[in-house]
């Protein structure tokens, strides 16, 4: 097979679809090339399916940017196609005085990045809310809800091919050269089985540095790539809170905290664990460090209640210990590789930014090559 297309995505995550979905909507001609059977079974079916609000993160941030424009973009995607949804709100919680002093932080953080309707609330407001949290205070974020992901998926996938686009899966990108200023993609590896395009989006989540690097003939503009895995576990009781409850956050992610889904079932997770190697396995063993750290905040959890669940994969751009980095979408033009665009750790908070970062790299790619 060697055929010809305008613009090809690699990668049918959230992240894929949602950038395939607004080249198609710009009336593009796209094609989304997926090396798993379905859409959707990376790290966009293995997360905590939280629609943050925008807090946590720098302010000027691409995270803090496209977490608070993805967030109105996604409520008002999901309210338009019956995407099932729950703005349910989120508490995050200290559980000291000192504690106190760097929620105030997080508080101050939410603000620059224009989440405005915070708002600190004491042990007793938070008594009354969820009155089995133990904490000394916490910040309300209304705005926070929980998505069915799965759901979202299949809707920007509908819409591609609605739109004259389409996904096919079962079909790993190897490589690619670009000649003559046209990309050639090397899929399987078969060598007579390519594909020949004017733009590439490489949005394979885990993959996408390694990939880069196929993509490529110097790697020296590509940042080293790292795993941070997080394994939930289940709650198997009645789920004692109707809200979101989030502890500080840590180094590497949001810490331990209770989701809900849109079952009402009960989850805590996802913890850091630095990995080599991409493994899903949930060490059923951790219960007891798990029921450590949910006590801090609930003290009725039970370690006979938590049932080892899943675990999801951070795409991480620096080592354990290094300071946390920023979403990084390249634009091949700068490093001689034009019409290729790279999306390089996209972890947390991407799903919420899937429609926001899509707008950006949609635009970005459609402008006239100067290379
Ligand atoms: C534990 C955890 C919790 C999280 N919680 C949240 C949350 O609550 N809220 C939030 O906003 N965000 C959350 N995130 C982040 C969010 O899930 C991700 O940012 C988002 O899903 C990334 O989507 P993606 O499309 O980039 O990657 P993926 O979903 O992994 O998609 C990449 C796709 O590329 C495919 N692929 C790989 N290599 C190739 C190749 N060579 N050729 C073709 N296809 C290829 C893969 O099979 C995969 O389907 C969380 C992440 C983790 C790990």
């Known amino acids: 097979m060697s055929e010809k297309i305008d613009h090809v995505v690699i990668g049918a995550g959230v992240i894929g679809l949602a950038i395939a979905r607004e080249l198609a909507l710009a009336g593009r001609e796209v094609?989304?090339?997926?090396?798993?059977?379905?859409?959707?079974?990376?790290?966009?079916s293995r997360n905590s399916e939280v629609i943050h609000a925008g807090i946590y993160y720098p302010q000027n941030s691409s995270k803090a940017f496209h977490c608070v424009r993805g967030k109105q973009l996604l409520y008002d995607y999901c309210q338009s196609n019956?995407?099932?949804?729950?703005?349910?709100?989120?508490l995050i919680v200290a559980g000291n005085a000192e504690q106190q002093e760097m929620l105030k932080q997080v508080y101050?953080?939410?603000?620059?990045?224009?989440?405005?309707?915070?708002?600190f609330l004491s042990k007793t407001d938070v008594m009354q809310l969820e009155p089995e949290l133990e904490v000394y205070s916490a910040i309300m974020s209304p705005s926070t809800g929980i998505i069915?992901?799965?759901?979202?998926?299949?809707?920007?996938h509908a819409d591609i091919e609605r739109l004259g686009g389409m996904v096919v899966c079962n079909t790993p990108v190897q490589s690619g050269e670009l000649e003559g200023g046209e990309w050639h993609?090397?899929?399987?590896?078969?060598?007579q089985s390519r594909i020949r395009c004017k733009r590439v989006v490489n949005a394979t989540g885990l993959s996408a540095v390694s990939l880069a690097k196929a993509l490529?003939?110097?790697?020296?503009?590509?940042?080293?790539?790292?795993?941070?895995?997080?394994?939930?576990?289940s709650l198997s009781g009645k789920a004692p809170f109707s809200r979101l409850v989030y502890p500080l956050p840590e180094a590497g992610g949001l810490g331990v905290h209770y989701t809900l889904d849109l079952q009402g079932r009960g989850r805590f997770g996802p913890d850091v664990e630095w990995i080599d190697n991409i493994d899903y396995q949930v060490d059923a063993s951790k219960v007891a460090a798990f029921k450590h750290r949910v006590a801090d905040y609930w003290p009725g959890v039970e370690a006979r209640e938590l049932q080892p669940d899943y675990a999801g994969i951070r795409p991480k751009l620096m080592r354990e210990g290094q300071p946390a980095e920023d979403f990084v979408i390249q634009n091949g033009a700068s490093f001689g590789r034009a019409g290729l665009f790279n999306l390089l750790g996209i972890e947390s908070p991407g799903l919420?930014?899937?429609?926001?970062?899509?707008?950006?790299?949609?635009?970005?790619?459609?402008?006239?090559i100067t290379d």
């Open 108 to 119: 101050q953080k939410g603000l620059a990045n224009g989440v405005s309707d915070l708002r």
């Open 148 to 156: 069915d992901s799965h759901g979202l998926m299949t809707q920007l």
């Open 82 to 90: 019956h995407i099932e949804h729950r703005r349910c709100g989120k």
């Open 31 to 44: 094609i989304v090339l997926e090396a798993a059977p379905i859409i959707g079974s990376g790290i966009s």
């Open 352 to 368: 919420t930014s899937c429609l926001s970062i899509a707008q950006d790299v949609a635009q970005l790619v459609m402008q006239p």
């Open 185 to 191: 993609l090397q899929l399987n590896d078969q060598e």
């Open 216 to 233: 490529t003939t110097d790697s020296n503009h590509l940042p080293q790539a790292a795993f941070a895995k997080g394994s939930y576990f």
